[in-house]
């Protein structure tokens, strides 16, 4: 099992009524659900050409890329209810491939991971930016972000998809991998239920023949996870006062949000700003299990959905495309 240095991180802040977006792998078989559990919760997917991707992904281009949570936002105000209940399942850990600070609350500057990095997208004219994470996976090539940094939940999927793992200061010392799959929950694709803002890109191979997890190595993933547990998440925050050049983390226990209970969502201290939606948030032994999602104006607390079945499912496809 591989587990991710300790980076520092900071948590996002948006507007009161706005959600806060925030944003190697080998081969590994995700346990089916519990026969108590959907037995194929549905799951939306979008086939993308990621010819032109990369060289469309200027210099000025990323510096100039909107972060994503202004999409998580416009879910937040539509203030709608998850669709089902979050379900907690069987736990299930996939272990993570190998590739061939003192105060919780604010956000801590981080050294490079080389399977965390930048997604770069667009909806409509306009450029965005998130964060994502490299996980293991069959196909050896699946990137775990937010759901609203593949769809605009409820809404088309995103074009021009590339993630630039290991990012700092403009540099790509790992490459850009351009995206042929984009996988979300349904929940969020058709209703923009923030419970189940989740998603994975299934990359291309490099042009070496690599896959993304063999060049950069990946995190393990578990669902079903016990609820208030202690997480480190992970995160390129783009907005004032950060400028998305560098990674941050943030570590603290979690909690449930008890402004919107029905979206059985958990916070953890963290003043990160939006740019970091998508980032991983990892448990004490590793593994990956949420996403950064949103956040309340003021608040100094970031959250993300709880990984159960359904969010299984997904990346039981995803990762086996």
């Keep these: 099992m591989m587990r991710t240095r300790s980076l520092a991180a900071s948590l996002l802040a948006f507007p009161a009524a706005a959600l806060l977006a925030l944003a190697g792998a080998g081969s590994a078989n995700a346990a089916p659900p519990a026969s108590n559990e959907q037995s194929r919760p549905s799951v939306a997917r979008a086939a993308v050409d990621g010819t032109g991707a990369a060289e469309y992904w200027t210099a000025d281009r990323m510096r100039a890329a909107v972060p994503g949570d202004v999409l998580a936002g416009n879910a937040l105000e539509r203030r709608t209810t998850p669709s089902i209940a979050v379900e907690k399942g069987k736990n299930t850990k996939v272990k993570a491939s190998q590739a061939s600070s003192s105060n919780p609350k604010f956000a801590l500057l981080a050294a490079p991971v080389a399977h965390i990095g930048k997604v770069f997208f667009t909806v409509g004219e306009a450029n ?108 390129y925050p783009a907005a004032k006062p950060f400028n998305g050049e560098q990674l941050w983390s943030c570590t603290g226990n979690a909690t449930d949000d008890k402004r919107n209970p029905d979206f059985k969502t958990q916070g953890i201290p963290c003043t990160m700003t939006g740019g970091s939606s998508g980032g991983p948030w990892l448990l004490n032994n590793g593994y990956q299990n949420s996403v950064n999602s949103y956040g309340y104006s003021g608040t100094g607390v970031m959250y993300g959905p709880y990984w159960g079945t359904v969010i299984k499912e997904t990346y039981t496809i995803a990762q086996a495309a």
């Design 128 to 235: 965005y930016v998130c964060s994502g994470n490299a996980v293991t996976s069959e196909n050896q090539s699946t990137v775990a972000t937010a759901g609203h940094c593949l769809n605009d939940g409820p809404g088309a999927f995103v074009d021009n998809f590339i993630f630039v793992p290991g990012y700092e200061n403009g540099e790509a010392p790992y490459g850009r991998w351009t995206a042929r799959d984009l996988y979300t929950t349904s929940q969020w694709e058709e209703n923009g239920d923030i419970g189940f803002d989740t998603g994975f890109a299934v990359v291309d191979e490099n042009e070496d023949g690599e896959t993304l997890t063999e060049v950069v190595g990946g995190s393990g993933v578990e669902f079903g996870a016990a609820r208030g547990g202690q997480y480190t998440s992970y995160g």
